[in-house]
């Protein structure tokens, strides 16, 4: 039983494929969850079923949002509320279980390695695809991104094994981990190494410094030889003062388009946001409104619920509260660099 368990809930973070859209996203995640939470309980004996207190302030907290989002404030809907409110606590309280039962530095340390196996593998078999494979937004350009549907999405899934492989000193496998993250060229790739390499060093300060300046070299080479790289950059760069999306390209219209929501959010409603699940309904607000993007009407739907980013939709969703609440999970669960705590894998 553990062995399943164990199997069953690591496999489910690579099973984005694995969905069919009718309305909603039906994921096999969901149903991995589903089954596997009973199957945890009874392993248990039903024993340990209630949450911790944090667990339950932050459960409160959705609802009472929830209550001045839909009711008070009117910037949110129900469906929108429950379909998110359902799917946090569920998954919440699901993998609050699971590392409960599978506490021990033995149980988590394979845990993560098995899910440090799956990455390698699959970054192999990209390999194999790699040459086959277009990428084909807007363009057909040709960028690593294995089995997933975006290069972004694997770069995020895949880079806490990166930092695993860093940490091992498994010099093939960061070779082979990094030449992939590049192949993506995703800028979420590119900083996501940056940032694992200057985590790597940072309990010394001479290593530290040493990354650091490696870190400006490599993107000071990046932005010379990638022109993807370079191109979003400086389309970053003019959105950002300009506030303006004319003639940019996709990847920095899919973002800034949420930044520019988000702002708007941000200043009617700072404190709560505008309520759980409410992005889409802000952006169908204000984006429209923005300066450039009837350029841009065939994509209007890209990334539209989640914001483009976790830190936006936070924003969005629960304003300032929402952002310290994350920074206190953060902080709550933080472990020594001695061991890359497997909860990292699922935020």
């Not at 199997?7 to 996203?25: K, M, N, P, R």
């Not at 939470?37 to 024993?47: A, D, N, Q, R, S």
């Not at 708007?264 to 993007?293: A, D, M, T």
Request: proline share 2%; hydrophobic share 50%.
């Amino acid at each position: 039983m553990k062995k399943y368990l164990i199997y069953s809930t690591v496999f489910s973070v690579f099973s984005e494929i694995l969905t069919i859209t009718v309305g909603i996203d039906l994921k096999l995640f969901y149903l991995i969850v589903l089954i596997n939470l009973p199957l945890i309980l009874i392993y248990k004996g039903f024993e340990n079923l209630f949450i911790e207190a944090w667990h339950f302030i932050i459960i409160c907290f959705f609802v009472l949002s929830g209550i001045l989002s839909i009711w008070v404030f009117k910037t949110n809907i129900f469906s929108a509320w429950i379909e998110q409110f359902v799917g946090i606590t569920l998954c919440s309280y699901f993998y609050y279980q699971f590392f409960t039962l599978f506490k021990t530095k033995e149980e988590l340390n394979e845990i993560f390695k098995l899910y440090a196996d799956i990455v390698f593998v699959l970054i192999v078999i990209g390999f194999f695809l790699y040459p086959f494979d277009k990428y084909n937004v807007n363009d057909e350009s040709q960028r690593f991104r294995t089995i997933f549907f975006e290069p972004a999405h694997f770069a995020t899934v895949c880079m806490p094994a990166f930092f695993y492989f860093i940490n091992g000193k498994n010099w093939y496998k960061i070779i082979i981990t990094t030449i992939a993250m590049l192949l993506t060229i995703s800028s979420v790739a590119f900083i996501g190494l940056l940032l694992c390499l200057l985590l790597r060093f940072k309990f010394s300060v001479v290593k530290f410094f040493a990354t650091f300046s490696a870190a400006i070299i490599f993107s000071i080479i990046l932005y010379n030889t990638v022109p993807e790289f370079r191109l979003r950059l400086d389309d970053s760069s003019k959105s950002f003062k300009s506030s303006s999306l004319e003639k940019v390209n996709l990847s920095t219209y899919v973002f800034f388009s949420n930044v520019f929501v988000v702002q708007k959010v941000f200043q009617q409603s700072p404190i709560l946001g505008n309520g759980l699940g409410s992005h889409y309904i802000s952006r169908e607000k204000y984006v429209g409104k923005i300066e450039g993007v009837e350029g841009f009407e065939q994509y209007l739907g890209l990334n539209y619920k989640d914001a483009n980013s976790l830190f936006l939709r936070i924003v969005s969703d629960m304003g300032i509260v929402g952002v310290l609440f994350v920074l206190f999970f953060l902080a709550k669960n933080y472990v020594s660099r001695n061991v890359f705590f497997c909860i990292t894998l699922f935020l």
